[in-house]
Antibody, heavy 119, light 106 residues
Framework: QVQLHESGPGLVKPSQTLSLTCTVS??????????WSWIRQPPGGGLEWIGFIYYNGNTYSNPSLKSRVTISVDTSKNQFSLKLSSMTPADTAVYYC???????????WGQGTLVTVSS | IQLTQSPSFLSASIGDRVTITCRAS??????LAWYQQKPGKAPNLLIY???TLQSGVPSRFSGSGSGTEFTLTISSLQPEDFATYHC?????????FGQGTKLEIK
């Protein structure tokens, strides 16, 4: 079955850049019907959609994060990645990767990884 | 697009029928999904396209609506249904979520 797994540091210092990778198994990241998203959730808070990437490299990022977001894809490894620059404590959250099927649902999610921003 | 869920908190008993509403700040056709989230877990897709039940989801869950007003109904609450529910619009970028509805046992 389809599985997604986030990996990356659990602790990031303020002003640093967060780098996370999502490894996909059970499905090809190059599937034409799929988009690959990042979502985050601060402790006790709601969900915020960060952005997506398509296998051909097309991306869209939430304007709320301005130009801090970079999303990339490595089809040879069946992975996609998130970089979020200029981290502050407000970016402390559980970060999820998810598959967007047909652009109408996030049907598979990773288990999430908690990222804490602290010096 | 802003999504507003009501209520934010809901207390109910086993066997109750409950309805959660999600209102969009502008029309989103039927591009609305509902997710269930339990503590420490990722959200789980319940409903998409406003009313399509995701495979494997019990039939006591149903969704309706289009345009700006949507509802999620659980016909008879089971113990495993106590969780937080989120709506999400996928009509236009950036996608957005409602603030969540926490369903607790009365």
């Amino acid at each position: 079955q389809v599985q997604l797994h986030e990996s990356g540091p659990g602790l990031v210092k303020p002003s640093q850049t967060l780098s996370l990778t999502c490894t996909v198994s059970g499905a090809s990241i190059s599937g034409s019907d799929y988009y690959w998203s990042w979502i985050r959730q601060p402790p006790g808070g709601g969900l915020e959609w960060i952005g997506f990437i398509y296998y051909n490299g097309n991306t869209y990022s939430n304007p709320s994060l301005k130009s801090r977001v970079t999303i990339s894809v490595d089809t040879s490894k069946n992975q996609f990645s998130l970089k979020l620059s200029s981290m502050t404590p407000a970016d402390t959250a559980v970060y999820y990767c998810a598959r967007d099927s047909d652009r109408d649902r996030l049907d598979y999610w990773g288990q999430g990884t908690l990222v804490t921003v602290s010096s | 697009i802003q999504l507003t869920q009501s209520p934010s908190f809901l207390s109910a008993s086993i066997g109750d029928r409950v309805t959660i509403t999600c209102r969009a700040s502008q029309g989103i056709r039927s591009y609305l999904a509902w997710y269930q989230q339990k503590p420490g877990k990722a959200p789980n897709l319940l409903i998409y396209a406003a009313s399509t039940l995701q495979s494997g989801v019990p039939s006591r869950f149903s969704g309706s609506g289009s345009g700006t007003e949507f509802t999620l109904t659980i016909s008879s609450l089971q113990p495993e249904d106590f969780a937080t529910y989120h709506c999400q619009q996928l009509n236009s970028y950036p996608y957005s979520f409602g603030q969540g509805t926490k369903l607790e046992i009365k």
